[in-house]
């Protein structure tokens, strides 16, 4: 055909680049999603476990890898989250299963790179527990570490747990006599001629609960774990005789599952990478007082914007009157001491 023979019917239509059906801002509600806990975390893969009898009554436990999908946007998805899986949950060395949902969380463990970082890092979400492991030696304690992390359990509602290690080189006495007016638990272990002492005692503790173990490179918290978890190999490391300090050992968070002595689940424990700082920008210091029910009436007298460290607030009156009972006065100074640790630095 020659051109002189085409008209304005022979122009061909081509279709819109947006598409020919109008998309919708609606997404999919996934009501068939499996849900399952996140155990660990690498480069933007997730392992999961699916709980037994979800994929079927006479179906065990899974584990499923997984990635996050677009309805998740930025949002980030950390160990202990439950989250909702939909596609290929075979569980094989090629299936890859998407995060579609993150399940409410029940707790949430934060930090800040420092006390000035306006960015929070979301730890671990739906722990119950704290477990503060500090070394008594080598690497030598550094209680301003243990009182932020203290803070931090406060603000998250955690139930906090001091783990003292390396007992067999220094009596804890005098260290423990620092946090015998805020009532905090405690465990102390030692590791001498192959034998490790308290291991039972912390086990006991971590029973039926989701704890995760927070310290300093070098205090023994992998060591823990392998000793709570038969067949863990999470790397141990060595302290530096220059530094004083460990070498990280553990480079990401992992859950880890307990089992009682008669093989059945009996809680998770997740080991976390070794921290050298722990800011507290995120944390309100209101939220920290309510954890001292004995002090908390005591502030309404306070001025506005009471630090509750200076000559006019109330506190030291309301303790002089007796109503926070006897132990009031040492009650007052840990709490203005964990106050305090916001705002000062964490390396002694």
């Not at 502030?299 to 303790?319: F, K, M, Q, S, Y």
């Amino acid at each position: 055909m020659s051109w002189r023979d085409l008209d304005e019917g022979d122009i061909r239509v081509r279709p819109s680049r947006k598409g020919s059906r109008p998309r919708t801002k609606e997404r999919p509600a996934h009501a068939d999603a499996v849900v399952a806990m996140v155990i660990g975390v690498d480069r933007g893969r997730y392992t999961c476990l699916i709980p037994q009898g979800v994929l079927g009554k006479k179906e065990p436990e899974r584990v499923v890898t997984a990635m996050k999908a677009r309805d998740i946007g930025r949002t980030r998805v950390v160990v202990g989250d439950d989250v909702a899986l939909v596609g290929d949950l075979a569980g094989g060395p090629d299936a890859l299963a998407r995060i579609v949902r993150i399940e409410e969380r029940r707790s949430v463990l934060r930090r800040t790179a420092d006390d000035t970082d306006p960015y929070e890092r979301i730890i671990v979400a739906n722990a119950d527990q704290l477990v503060i492991v500090t070394a008594l030696a080598d690497p030598e304690p550094r209680p301003r570490m243990v009182d932020r992390c203290l803070v931090a359990a406060y603000d998250a509602d955690l139930e906090p747990l001091l783990a003292l290690t390396k007992a067999d080189l220094v009596d804890p006495a005098d260290f423990l006599a620092n946090y015998t007016p805020l009532e905090v638990q405690h465990v102390v272990t030692s590791w001498k001629d192959g034998d490790f002492s308290g291991l039972d005692d912390l086990r006991a503790r971590l029973s039926g609960k989701v704890s995760v173990l927070v310290g300093h490179s070098g205090v023994g918290k992998s060591t823990l774990v392998n000793g709570l978890v038969p067949g863990a190999l999470r790397a141990t490391g060595i302290v530096n005789d220059t530094t004083g300090r460990g070498r990280h050992t553990s480079t990401n968070a992992v859950a880890l599952r307990l089992r009682a002595a008669d093989g059945s689940d009996d809680g998770w424990v997740i080991d976390t990478p070794g921290i050298r700082s722990f800011g507290l920008a995120h944390i309100d210091v209101d939220h920290i007082i309510d954890h001292f029910p004995d002090l908390a009436e005591g502030t309404d007298n306070c001025p506005r914007g009471c630090t509750h460290d200076e000559e006019e607030c109330a506190l030291d009156a309301w303790v002089a009157d007796g109503h926070a009972g006897p132990a009031g006065a040492s009650r007052l100074e840990s709490l203005r001491r964990l106050l305090g640790s916001r705002s000062t630095t964490e390396e002694h």
